[in-house]
């Protein structure tokens, strides 16, 4: 840093400062502006502008390591029209954090074609000589207050992707904890998958293998989306996994969790579930509904598609003393049986029409001798055809079980 004595005619670089009541301000401390310019004059021009401090180089190295060892510099005023000062082409000896600096071109005439060149190589406003200081101070005014505007946008735009960042690194860890493949088991065949409205959705599926060897199977759907419903379904998963290990039937294991949901008082947040257990043995299915659509049996060379019933239960997280009934199902050869979420059937097209039960059971119809992927994706795509380009709404998930022969 190059230093000289303040108020020095021969210093190279000269301190300012006066008072008035001009309005460019940094924070509570007065608004501090390079000003680069070899005319002599130009100190004496500048000692009236008010509550403004002015740091003055006249040369282009001065300016260089002036702008390179501070970091308190508000504004730059720089001449364009000097045969010493290399006008805006000075920053581009800079690197990208020192050339952000705010600038004012700065001439001794006005010459448009002159301004309108400093203007396209980054000057943010002009000042002609001799500079009033009324005009001094109202120009620094409006550049700081832009410039301000400026930073704090560039602030925020930082900010919002650092958060975007974060989602997107939830959102890989709540895909990663929905299974992504199931454990192979004999005579068995499973296919899932989730669709969330945002980042981060409510929905979850499951399947995991009890220490008797029945099989869960569970799917849910936590109310609202986003991060709040992602957090709520983490947690309700995990509450659902382990109970399940302790608890003999789907019924008493969904009245344990929905104590627990309760007990935790998350306002607004509840969740439905549909849970059961798959014995392998006999091959009947016990389960128990908390609120959430029922499942749809599909059998082989069958277009009938039937609604399990049974196993009646309100939604968990609402009423801690809620029992949950059991129903079952006998599971023939090549039985497949279709769990889903509403933002299925609650699915919109663009004439705000859902896609609804019908559909979904048309769409099943026929496809009994179908794989379990195959099968939703026959769901699927009747859906996508359906609601065509119209936004979705809800997250969509679904989960298939089949009996092989």
């Known amino acids: 840093m190059i230093a000289g004595v303040k108020g020095s005619p021969l210093s190279p670089v000269d301190h300012r400062e006066a008072h008035g009541d001009t309005r460019a301000k940094r924070g509570d401390k007065m608004a501090k502006t390079l000003v680069i310019d070899d005319d002599p004059a130009a100190a004496a021009m500048f000692s009236d502008a008010g509550d403004n401090a002015f740091v003055f180089a006249r040369t282009d190295v001065q300016a260089i390591e002036i702008l390179t060892s501070r970091d308190d510099l508000d504004i730059a005023i720089v001449a364009i029209d000097s045969e010493v000062i290399s006008g805006m082409d000075l920053f581009l000896r800079l690197d990208a954090k020192d050339a952000r600096l705010p600038r004012i071109a700065l001439s ?65 860890i709540q895909r990663r904890i929905l299974p992504r493949r199931f454990p192979a088991i004999e005579g068995v065949d499973v296919f899932a998958r989730t669709v969330p409205a945002k980042d981060m959705g409510g929905d979850f599926y499951d399947l995991f293998v009890l220490p008797d060897g029945q099989i869960g199977l569970v799917i849910a759907d936590v109310s609202g989306k986003g991060i ?21 039937g789907p019924g008493p294991c969904l009245e344990q969790v929905n104590k627990l949901l309760c007990r935790h008082d998350v306002p607004g947040m509840f ?72 933002g299925l059937t609650e699915a919109f097209n663009a004439d705000r029409k859902p896609f609804d039960d019908k559909r979904l059971v048309d769409a099943l119809s026929g496809q009994g001798m179908c794989s379990p992927s195959d099968l939703a994706g026959a769901v699927s795509q009747a859906l996508a055809e359906f609601v065509g380009a119209a936004p979705q709404h809800d997250d969509i998930t679904s989960l298939v079980v089949k009996r092989v022969e």
Not at 128 to 155: I, N
């Open 108 to 172: 001794s005439q006005p010459d448009i074609n002159l301004l309108r060149r400093s203007l396209k190589e980054g000057a943010s406003d002009f000042l002609v000589k001799p500079v009033m200081p009324g005009e001094l101070s109202e120009t620094l005014d409006r550049v700081y207050q832009v410039c301000e505007r400026r930073r704090s946008s560039w602030k925020n735009e930082t900010e919002l992707s650092a958060i975007r960042r974060e989602i997107e690194i939830a959102s890989e």
């Open 228 to 248: 709040p419903a992602a957090f709520f379904m983490a947690v309700a998963r995990t509450l659902i996994r382990a109970t399940a290990f302790h608890q003999s």
């Open 271 to 342: 969740v439905s579930v549909f849970y059961g257990v798959l014995d392998l043995a006999t091959w009947r299915m016990t389960y128990a509904n908390g609120g959430h659509p029922l499942p749809l049996l599909v059998r082989p060379g069958e277009d009938e598609i039937l609604t399990l019933e049974g196993g009646r239960g309100t939604l968990l997280g609402i009423d801690e003393e809620q029992i949950y009934e059991e129903g079952d199902l006998l599971l023939a050869p090549g039985d497949g049986v279709y769990f889903y979420t509403d």
